[in-house]
């Protein structure tokens, strides 16, 4: 298992600024990545966050509007930039350790913008 | 790309009632992972399957890996309160590909 902090829980922002959310790993993991989920919808992934290298984005994700970073294999920040109400969201943080496939979640950030 | 669909979608049982939901793959999967996460809270890993026909149980869960490797199915027995919640399969390609979802309501 992995215990993972992440931060804020929640917040509300207005439209055009940017909001970074945090992920805290309590052990180095191999693989970190963010997903969004809308309410009562599935997770869709935006990016796998490389330690040392710039994110892997999905289809439909671009790295201006999402830059991440991950400066060690315990952490990782996601920004979501000139936020508009669309993108009111839950955004979590996950892992996956080396050796395994399963993953692990964050407790969630959840997002709104008006 | 991949696609990973469940039903159905919605659920209501009464408890006691059992539960089923099925997760079905545009492609083979190397392996099916389960999740449950419930109103207010994160995915929570539940098993992992590997093998073609594979069956996995967990108290009350049932899980099971087509032959074909491009389907599963979750299965709860007399189901309870602390079952809510929604149950999502992820296929494992390249990267994990969650499912649809299917959301699970109890009333007693």
């Known amino acids: 298992s992995a215990v993972i902090s992440q931060k804020p829980s929640r917040d509300i922002c207005q439209r055009g600024t940017s909001l970074t959310i945090q992920c805290q790993v309590d052990?180095?993991?191999?693989?970190m990545f963010w997903y969004r989920q809308q309410p009562g919808q599935s997770l869709t992934l935006i990016a796998t966050?490389?330690?040392?290298?710039?994110?892997?984005?999905e289809s439909g994700f671009v790295i201006d509007k999402f830059p991440i970073s991950r400066p060690n294999l315990t952490f990782s920040t996601l920004t979501v930039s000139n936020m508009s109400p669309e993108d009111s969201s839950i955004y979590l943080c996950s892992v996956i350790h080396t050796g395994n496939t399963e993953a692990f979640f964050g407790q969630g950030t959840r997002l709104t913008v008006v | 790309g991949q696609q990973v669909m469940q039903i159905p979608q919605y659920q209501h049982v009464q408890e006691g009632e059992d539960f089923t939901t099925y997760c079905n793959s545009s492609?083979?999967?190397?392996?099916i992972q389960w999740y449950k996460q419930r109103p207010g809270g994160h995915p929570v890993f539940l098993i992992q399957l590997v093998k073609s026909g594979e069956v996995k149980k967990q108290k009350r869960l049932t899980f099971q890996f087509g032959e074909a490797k491009k389907n599963s199915s979750l299965h709860i027995t007399a189901t309870q309160t602390t079952d809510v919640g929604t149950y999502f399969c992820?296929?494992?390609?390249?990267?994990?590909?969650f499912g649809t979802g299917t959301q699970l309501k109890v009333e007693l």
């Open positions: 992820a296929g494992l390609w390249s990267k994990l590909t």
């Open positions: 966050a490389n330690q040392g290298s710039e994110a892997t984005y």
């Open positions: 052990s180095q993991v191999t693989m």
């Open positions: 492609t083979t999967l190397s392996n």
